[in-house]
């Protein structure tokens, strides 16, 4: 069955900038089922656009940033 944007339903999301990079952190349920975490990041291209990139590795200031928003996306799973 192929994947159907209208039955992935957003639950929580919350956004960090930093520099030239930000990541994203939201909790998914795709067609009623169970609760999941995504952590994403996008960097800034040379048109100033937002490009998704692998999340990688996180720097000490962006892992600080990053958990408390994570304890926030596990209380609404």
Request: a neutral charge; glycine letters at 6%.
């Amino acid at each position: 069955m192929p994947y159907d944007k209208s039955l992935d339903k957003e639950l929580f999301k919350e956004l960090k900038e930093f520099d030239d990079t930000r990541i994203s952190v939201g909790v998914y349920s795709y067609n009623g089922n169970e609760k999941k975490l995504q952590i994403t990041r996008e960097n800034k291209d040379q048109n100033g656009d937002w490009r998704f990139d692998k999340l990688g590795r996180m720097t000490k200031p962006e892992a600080k940033e990053i958990v408390p928003v994570l304890v926030k996306a596990i209380e609404q799973m």
